[in-house]
């Protein structure tokens, strides 16, 4: 079992950034799998990131690439999605998923335990 609480969501302007934070109480963060994914309003949830348990592999959607960038430390428990760049379409709930594998986990449907989500919102 992990429980996660995400933080660092707020408002910020087109072009400015914001890096979130995922902490992860319980025991073995080290082997999970974390994700972060977004959902906005009528959208389904999609991943804009993942990382494997080591920080080694990575993956970004097309839509964030070369803006985004994922990070974990698992001396702190903690995974973190720097976010720069922002545009008005970024805007949504983003929540950090946890799937206990060595691989890296992409699909919603593979994650077994989710944050609250924290909002994340871009103004033009």
């Known amino acids: 079992q992990v429980q996660l609480v995400e933080s660092g969501g707020g408002l910020v302007q087109a072009g400015g950034s914001l890096r979130l934070s995922c902490a992860a109480s319980?025991?073995?963060?080290?082997?999970?799998?974390m994700g972060w994914f977004r959902q906005a309003p009528g959208k389904e949830r999609e991943c804009v990131a993942a990382?494997?348990?080591?920080?080694?592999?990575?993956y970004y959607a097309d839509s964030v690439k070369g803006r985004f960038t994922i990070s974990r430390d698992n001396a702190k428990n903690t995974v973190y999605l720097q976010m720069n760049s922002l545009k008005p379409e970024d805007t949504a709930v983003y929540y950090c998923a946890a799937e206990p594998s060595r691989n890296i986990v992409v699909p919603r449907t593979e994650y077994d335990y989710w944050g609250q989500g924290t909002q994340v919102t871009v103004s033009s």
């Open positions: 319980g025991r073995s963060f080290s082997t999970y799998a």
């Open positions: 990382i494997n348990w080591t920080g080694g592999r990575t």
